[in-house]
Structure formats: C-alpha cells, structure tokens
C-alpha cells in the first residue's frame, strides 16, 4: 500500500480524532501539564515537548542543503515544530483517551502518565513520516535544479575548452604544414 493511500484511509480515523480533541479540550488541557514535583514537571514537560519544539525542528534545519537561507531554515524549523507539536497534541490525547476511557485510569496517576507518552510516540513517529512538508521539500528541490545547472555549466565548460583546443590543434596543424610548404615546397 502506498504512503498516500494510506494517509487517507486514516484521514477518516484522524478527522473523527480531531473532533474528539477539540470538544474535550478543556478536560484534556488539564491532563496535558504536567503534574509533580517541580523536578518532575521539568523532566515531563522535557520528555514530551522538547523533541518537538527543540531537537527535531533544529535537526531539520541544520541538515538542509547547502546554501539554504537563515530564513528559509527558520521556515523548515517551524514547519518540523508544528508537525512534531500537533503530532504530539494528539498522541497524548490519545493516550490520555484510553487511560481514563478503556482503562478507568484516575487522572494525575503514573499509569496515566505512562500511557500519555505511549500515545506522544506511538502517534509522533509515522505522523512525522506522513506529514506534508513544503518548505523542506521546496529546498531540497532548490538545491537539486541548482545542482543539476552547476553541472550543465561544467559540462558547457568542458565542451569549450575541447572545441578551443580542437581549433588551437587545427590552427597549428595549418601553420605547420605553410611552414613545411614554403620550405620545401
């Protein structure tokens, strides 16, 4: 099956997903902060936020091809940050959903807390394999036609020189035999 086959047989699932999301909002906006010590709340908040809003949009960024703007990277960065971040939005929701739903889960409980981050990875990596990214496709693009006009520019180059040195040999073979014609001829 392909990729795009795939993302809409989901799309179904990940619409009825996003309605879910948006009427529990309020309910799941308190289950989405971490609860804990400060220590804890830190560590949380780090192991689900900080991949999406930090590490992966600066990965993408940094590996952009050569000769991508600082502006254009910023854009790949964002791009990458939305992805990660909703994609996490709904992975937690997810995983917050079947706690307390399925499971009966009691809110704040480390169960919960597990499952919240089950749901951020188990939703995080194939929708950062599926997402659309045009910014991130756009420079890669870019690099590609430029890639491909330093080349013709070589190939034109190299075509010159052998025609140039063709007509130098051509010019010399000329002079040498007006030469030999007028000494011995």
Known sequence: MSIPLAGAKMLPFIKRGAGMLARNAGKLGKELIPKG???????????WWGPDVLVFPALMAATAPEGTSAI???GIAGEEATI?????????????GIGKKLLKLPSGGQALGLLQTAGDFTVGAPARMLAPRPLTNKAYETAQLEGQELLRAQIRQEERERSDALIKLVLEGAGLSTNLMDNYG
């Open 37 to 47: 010590t400060p220590m804890e709340r830190a560590l949380m908040t780090a192991v």
């Open 72 to 74: 254009d990277r910023l």
């Open 84 to 96: 990660g971040t909703l994609a996490s939005l709904v992975g937690q929701s997810a995983g917050i």
